[in-house]
């Protein structure tokens, strides 16, 4: 599997604050994704990449920011931390193949917005 | 637009009781079909999959098959053990765009000795 790390395990945060997700895998995969998991409604996507140069929005982009520096680290930003953003967040690598296409999770980041 | 409706928990059975968790998808072209698992406190894990009509996806005992006439891909298992207590997903892989995982609101399993 991708090996994927993801740090910090749990944060409290203040609102305003800027805060940094980070994530990286060992296995070389091109596509990484952003979801948030939030009560009773399962995983959205919040950012993708398919490579280094290649990032995109997902479906509920607003108010974070994300960052490619090497195939194997996505890091998520946001940039003023507010309390409706308390979630669990997990970065998934993605093995693409025709017939083993498979996304791995991390453990995900708790974050919690006071 | 793209949509996973699963069977909302929780669920709470019997250990060696038979599971079945409903799940209906609507999308666009052709998705493969996914269930994955998460443990308490932990990521999800690939369950199984199928990425074609009629595929029958299978793992520890669990299965699923891809059904395009009712567009539905159920998970079950004969004999749940007090291990499989989880939270339950299941997904489709969109076939254009993002191509991501887009998932269902996830199913709560709790099993009893």
């Known amino acids: 599997d991708a090996d994927v790390t993801q740090t910090p395990r749990n944060r409290i945060t203040k609102t305003g604050k800027r805060i940094m997700l980070e994530c990286s895998q060992t296995k070389g995969h091109d596509r990484m994704y952003w979801y948030r998991q939030d009560p009773g409604l399962g995983l959205q996507l919040i950012y993708y990449?398919?490579?280094?140069?290649?990032?995109n929005k997902g479906e509920i982009s607003d108010g974070y920011s994300v960052s490619r520096q090497a195939q194997a680290k996505f890091s998520l930003s946001l940039e003023s931390a507010i309390p409706n953003q308390t979630a669990l967040y997990f970065c998934?690598?993605?093995?693409?193949?025709?017939?083993?296409?498979?996304?791995?999770f991390g453990q995900g980041t708790r974050l919690t917005v006071v | 637009g793209d949509s996973v409706t699963q069977m909302e928990g929780p669920v709470t059975l019997s250990e060696e009781a038979f599971l079945t968790i409903n799940c209906t998808y609507t999308?666009?072209?052709?998705?493969?079909l996914f269930w994955y698992v998460q443990y308490p406190g932990e990521g999800l894990q690939l369950l199984l999959k199928a990425t074609k009509a009629d595929d029958k996806g299978s793992n520890k005992g669990f299965e699923a098959t891809y059904r395009k006439e009712t567009t539905s891909f159920h998970l079950e298992k004969g004999s749940v053990q007090v291990s499989d207590s989880a939270v339950y997903f299941c997904a489709l892989k969109r076939v254009a765009g993002a191509n991501n995982l887009f998932f269902g609101t996830g199913t709560r399993l709790t099993v009893i000795p």
């Open positions: 998934a690598p993605e093995r693409t193949g025709l017939m083993n296409t498979e996304a791995f």
């Open positions: 990449s398919f490579d280094v140069k290649d990032i």
């Open positions: 999308a666009t072209g052709y998705p493969s």
